[in-house]
């Protein structure tokens, strides 16, 4: 199937199928549009406060073929107009990725189509080249900046597929930091959107949270997390009402100091970069402090700011969707014998 030509000027309808982690996601494309998004979340990680890979696998398996199934319902196609499978092979949780891997390339196979393998952290960034009324795409180069629950990167893109990390995480994603401060709070897994909501009628100058000092365009959250904690507990002993009576307070505090983080770090790389066209993705792009932070820097400071509609933030096939698109355009193809990869680099 590598060597196979695709026929550029034909209509061509990929399907676009995302596993890497907790949710089991399918998208049918017409070339850069989007027909059809679904996507089946695991409740069952909520009760162990983080998802468990194990339970994870097991669930892509049960939901892979009714959420492919609905994506060609809502989108009207039979699978057989299908012109491409495209699907995450990393990063991401190994057992996880294999699900999505082995169901791709068996329908592919059998449907003697051509395979397109993806990388998520580049999906999370090229969702903003989805056909969109609203918002042209972004003009390279930019400054990429993904915010999610296993990965916290600065990028520079220059093109659809010359991407350069310049700064990274060195421990703790951001999404992963929500979710842990949110959890000593009694928050649900995943507790970003909850700490979100609640922090909208906080008040983010309550609690103060040393800003991390690492050199570079690199950042670090393990710290501010276990500040956080190290605080909730101090008070919690003195008294245990501490957490219901300062909920808000402390969601709308620790949301303030982790969106400071990474708006830090990208003023730095602005000017490293001397580029003024930010292009943010991710589930963390979804948060509204982020969002609104950002907003503000494009009127004030006229920074070009592209923010992901908020269906593309947390995970989706849309995005692997689009990512096959442009593969395919470029005749870059995936083989039957490409193994996935955990931790798969730009
Ligand atoms: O990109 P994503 O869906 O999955 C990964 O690739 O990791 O990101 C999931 C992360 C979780 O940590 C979740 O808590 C966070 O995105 N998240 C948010 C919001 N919505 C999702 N964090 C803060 N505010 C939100 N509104
Ligand atoms: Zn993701």
């Known amino acids: 199937m590598a060597d196979r030509q695709i026929d550029m000027k034909k209509t061509s309808y990929i399907l676009g ?51 492919v199934q609905q994506a060609l319902s809502i989108a009207n196609i039979d699978k057989k107009e299908l012109s491409a499978i495209a699907y995450t092979r990393g990063p991401g949780l190994l057992g996880s990725l294999l699900v999505g891997s082995a169901f791709a390339k068996s329908l592919a196979l059998s449907l003697d189509i051509p395979l397109i393998e993806v990388n ?52 703790d994603a951001i999404g992963e930091a929500f979710d842990k401060c949110g959890k000593i709070m009694g928050l649900n897994y995943p507790a970003g959107p909850e700490i979100d909501r609640l922090a909208k009628v906080g008040d983010p100058n309550a609690f103060d949270f040393p800003i991390p000092k690492v050199d570079g365009l690199d950042v670090s959250y393990s710290g501010l997390k276990t500040a956080f904690i190290n605080l909730v507990n101090k008070n919690s002993m003195k008294n245990p009402n501490f957490i219901e009576e300062n909920l808000n307070d402390l969601c709308a505090s620790i949301q303030k100091t982790l969106v400071t983080v990474i708006i830090n770090k990208l003023i730095l790389a602005k000017k490293k970069y001397d580029l003024n066209r930010i292009v943010i993705g991710g589930g963390v792009a979804a948060n509204s402090e982020i969002r609104s932070v950002l907003s503000e820097k494009a009127k004030q400071d006229h920074w070009e700011v592209f923010l992901p509609p908020f269906q593309y933030t947390t995970d989706n096939a849309a995005m692997i969707g689009i990512v096959g698109y442009h593969k395919m355009m470029t005749q870059q193809l995936g083989t039957m014998n490409q193994s996935v990869s955990a931790r798969l680099s730009l």
Request: charged share 20%; net charge negative.
């Open 120 to 171: 998520h952290m580049q999906a999370h960034l090229l969702c903003h080249f989805i056909k969109n009324e609203d918002e042209r795409p972004p003009e390279f180069p930019f400054l990429g900046v993904t915010l999610s629950g296993g990965h916290t990167q600065l990028v520079l893109v220059e093109s659809h597929f010359e991407m350069k990390e310049i700064g990274r995480t060195r421990d």
């Open 17 to 67: 199928i995302e596993s890497s982690c907790d949710d089991t996601a399918a998208a049918i494309l017409q070339d850069n549009q989007v027909l059809s998004n679904c996507i089946a979340n695991q409740k069952i990680h909520q009760s162990y406060g983080g998802v468990v890979p194990e339970l994870a696998s097991r669930a892509h398996q049960a939901n892979i073929v009714p959420v």
